[in-house]
């Protein structure tokens, strides 16, 4: 690719993300969600297509954001959320219903707080629909508030009690909505049972509660039976009805453990195991370069209640997988480790999968699950993202201490000769994994000529328990010395230039290339982003609880109590920093406070070092949620800072 063609910051004003999808019953369509208008171009709002063969409409022009899709049973209809307008000028998302042939879209629901993105289920009989929903009055903002919740804000949330839901259930046709729980907490999913007389939902948050739920309500009387409990880590587990009234849900997280598939049984109480000895990581996380909230959890029953079907990470790939609810323990792998799929739709033998790699942006495809055969519903950007500027190469190696071996993978820019200048791209998580999956930043790095290192080092998802645990209570040891010999590797194999190397991460890889940048001299610059630099100031972010397991110690009981945070925090060693460093923040993030990025770059400047600091206002944790205007931003800061100091082999520090 000659430097004319390359990719650009720019090309983010054009790149589409997918958002989500769902099967039509009995037919071959398929509804979806992306960030377009006009199926080419990035909008700033999201909006419903229809896919049929190779014909693509959307479903309910609007000008606005449209999210959630779900077919009624019969496939005639398109029950969705639409942000909606009230008389006072204030946005809030309403329940609407479209037919799938195409008309009039009615709005249900004027909720003055609007609904949850838990829903919207269709009743077995599409006579109804449940939704998330809040009808209390909105907030002021501009008076005092109180908090009294243990889990009280969330990043992308942001204060818990503005989005508390309850379940609702409204007529599809139209009519009042009938309020069928009153819990005080936050809707994660809603799942309307097989049989139409009661809805699976989870819940987190509730006033005085550190755990998350998974209850069933019956409909109408509002009874409630408990599934499961659990301690809230950041995430929630998701369930799904079986046929026969049972119910599959997952394990809890556990920060750096496995996860199982449960079974259970409202009737009886009685609870099995379905995959304890799973070979990888069931809902791991591969860090995705794009917004991919469209690749969460779930599990997906099939009509005879034979199999649950989920996604597995085993090292660096995401793979569709079944495993069987009752009998013996079985488990099938459905695709193949070269690439990630994520299953997010079921019907009959139609498996709707998100499918993507290191060359694939994220686009749908239905897999047969009697044959394994994969037939593609979108092309989400292939009008002009047409051939990647890089060469992928799959590196592995023994640790130095020789305990295990480490997966990395080395993108080789297709513009120039090796040894290429080069950026180490760290994951976060840290219970993460980079691998088969597609990343923007990936993109435009070697489309500028640089070469971009992958590294899954101990303490990340995929590998088994063992590797996970290693960074517990210890922090910045083994991680490091994974990184800084996958560098040596890529040095050694001579993909990379040995002096031109630079590092970059966000989140846990932002705690990693400060820890790198003063724990080591191997990097000419730095570039992290919505870092960890000050454990102690962790605390104040949304999830404090798991700051302490990871730290393996309970803060506020005394200097011993708190030495880990301070040994383990790069504020603590801001003067021995070896490279210019950008601290890049999201002034809106939760999940590292903003103030962790304004303790390091001021430490920085007082021990006289090469800082500088860019701020994007209003984004949370995730950048690839951010407007187009501030992902084009972005990524110009983070190539400039790579020029700067890598561009030239004998460039002055």
């Given at each position: 690719m000659d430097s004319e063609a390359r990719y650009r910051p720019s090309d983010l004003l054009r790149f589409v993300d997918l958002g989500g999808g769902a099967l039509v019953p009995g037919s071959s369509a398929v509804v979806y969600v992306a960030n377009t208008l006009d199926g080419e171009t990035a909008s700033k709002d999201t909006a419903l297509w229809v896919s049929d063969g190779a014909k693509h409409r959307r479903l309910a022009p609007a000008n606005a954001a449209q999210s959630g899709p779900a077919v009624s049973p019969d496939g005639t209809l398109v029950a969705f959320l639409q942000v909606q307008s009230d008389t006072d000028g204030n946005d809030a998302t309403q329940l609407c219903v479209c037919p799938l042939a195409g008309g009039e879209t009615t709005?249900?629901?004027?909720?003055?707080?609007?609904?949850?993105?838990?829903?919207?289920?269709?009743?077995?009989?599409?006579?109804?629909?449940?939704?998330d929903a809040?009808?209390?009055?909105?907030?002021?903002?501009?008076?005092?508030?109180?908090?009294?919740?243990?889990?009280?804000?969330?990043?992308?949330?942001?204060?818990?009690?503005?989005?508390?839901?309850?379940?609702?259930?409204?007529?599809?046709?139209?009519?009042?909505?009938?309020?069928?729980?009153?819990?005080?907490?936050?809707?994660?999913?809603?799942?309307?049972?097989?049989?139409?007389?009661?809805?699976?939902?989870?819940?987190?948050?509730?006033?005085?509660?550190?755990?998350?739920?998974?209850k069933i309500v019956a409909y109408p009387d509002g009874s409630i039976t408990e599934v499961t409990s659990a301690r809230y880590l950041a995430y929630t587990a998701v369930a799904a009805w079986l046929p026969d009234g049972r119910v599959a849900y997952n394990s809890p997280w556990q920060i750096n453990r496995r996860i199982d598939?449960?079974?259970?049984?409202?009737?009886?109480?009685?609870?099995?195991?379905?995959?304890?000895?799973?070979?990888?990581?069931?809902?791991?996380?591969?860090?995705?370069?794009?917004?991919?909230?469209?690749?969460?959890?779930?599990?997906?029953?099939?009509?005879?209640?034979?199999?649950?079907?989920?996604?597995?990470?085993?090292?660096?790939?995401?793979?569709?997988?079944?495993?069987?609810?009752?009998?013996?323990?079985?488990?099938?792998?459905?695709?193949?480790?070269?690439?990630?799929?994520?299953?997010?739709?079921?019907?009959?033998?139609?498996?709707?999968?998100?499918?993507?790699?290191?060359?694939?942006?994220?686009?749908?495809?239905?897999?047969?699950?009697?044959?394994?055969?994969?037939?593609?519903?979108?092309?989400?950007?292939?009008?002009?993202?047409?051939?990647?500027?890089?060469?992928?190469?799959?590196?592995?190696?023994?640790?130095?201490?020789?305990?295990?071996?480490?997966?990395?993978?080395?993108l080789a820019p297709r513009q120039s000769a090796a040894p290429y200048p080069t950026v180490l791209h760290i994951h976060g998580g840290p219970f993460a994994a980079h691998g088969e999956i597609f990343n923007l930043d990936n993109l435009l790095l070697t489309a500028a000529g640089y070469g971009v290192l992958s590294v899954n080092f101990r303490g990340g998802s995929g590998y088994g328990d063992a590797h996970a645990a290693m960074l517990i209570g210890d922090w910045g040891r083994y991680d490091l010395a994974d990184l800084l010999q996958g560098v040596e590797v890529a040095v050694e194999g001579g993909l990379a230039d040995g002096d031109r190397v630079a590092s970059f991460g966000l989140s846990g890889g932002g705690y990693l290339?400060?820890?790198?940048?003063?724990?080591?001299?191997?990097?000419?610059?730095?570039?992290?982003?919505?870092?960890?630099?000050?454990?102690?100031?962790?605390?104040?972010?949304?999830?404090?609880?798991?700051?302490?397991?990871?730290?393996?110690?309970?803060?506020?009981?005394?200097?011993?109590?708190?030495?880990?945070?301070?040994?383990?925090?790069?504020?603590?060693y801001a003067a021995q920093c070896s490279a210019p460093l950008l601290v890049l923040e999201h002034e809106a993030d939760?999940?590292?406070?903003?103030?962790?990025?304004?303790?390091l770059y001021n430490e920085l400047k007082l021990a006289g070092k090469q800082a500088e600091m860019l701020r994007l206002p209003g984004v949370p944790h995730s950048p690839f949620t951010a407007g187009l205007r501030l992902r084009v931003e972005r990524a110009e800061a983070l190539l400039e800072w790579m020029d700067r100091y890598l561009r030239h082999p004998m460039l002055s520090l």
């Open positions: 709005v249900l629901t004027s909720f003055a707080r609007g609904t949850g993105p838990a829903g919207p289920s269709w009743s077995p009989d599409g006579q109804h629909l449940a939704v809040s009808d209390a009055p909105r907030r002021d903002p501009e008076l005092a508030y109180r908090v009294t919740r243990p889990i009280w804000r969330m990043d992308g949330m942001g204060l818990v009690e503005d989005r508390l839901t309850d379940i609702f259930v409204v007529p599809a046709t139209g009519g009042q909505p009938h309020r069928l729980t009153s819990a005080g907490g936050v809707i994660s999913f809603l799942d309307w049972s097989p049989d139409g007389t009661a809805i699976l939902f989870g819940i987190f948050g509730a006033p005085g509660s550190t755990t998350y739920e998974i598939l449960m079974v259970f049984d409202p009737s009886t109480g009685s609870l099995d195991s379905r995959a304890p000895d799973t070979d990888g990581q069931m809902f791991g996380l591969v860090q995705a370069g794009f917004d991919s909230r469209v690749i969460g959890p779930r599990i997906l029953v099939d009509p005879g209640g034979e199999w649950a079907y989920v996604y597995i990470q085993k090292g660096g790939s995401m793979l569709t997988t079944r495993i069987a609810l009752s009998g013996e323990i079985r488990i099938e792998t459905l695709t193949e480790p070269s690439y990630s799929a994520v299953p997010i739709d079921l019907d009959g033998t139609r498996l709707l999968a998100v499918r993507t790699a290191h060359t694939e942006p994220a686009n749908l495809v239905v897999i047969d699950t009697r044959t394994g055969a994969a037939e593609a519903v979108t092309e989400l950007n292939a009008g002009w993202l047409t051939d990647m500027p890089f060469d992928v190469h799959h590196l592995a190696y023994p640790t130095a201490d020789g305990e295990t071996e480490i997966e990395g993978w080395y290339t400060a820890w790198l940048l003063t724990h080591s001299d191997r990097f000419r610059a730095g570039v992290a982003e919505c870092l960890v630099s000050d454990w102690v100031g962790m605390l104040g972010s949304d999830i404090p609880h798991v700051i302490a397991t990871w730290m393996d110690s309970q803060p506020g009981g005394g200097e011993s109590a708190m030495a880990p945070y301070i040994r383990m925090a790069p504020s603590s939760l999940r590292c406070p903003v103030s962790q990025g304004d303790i």
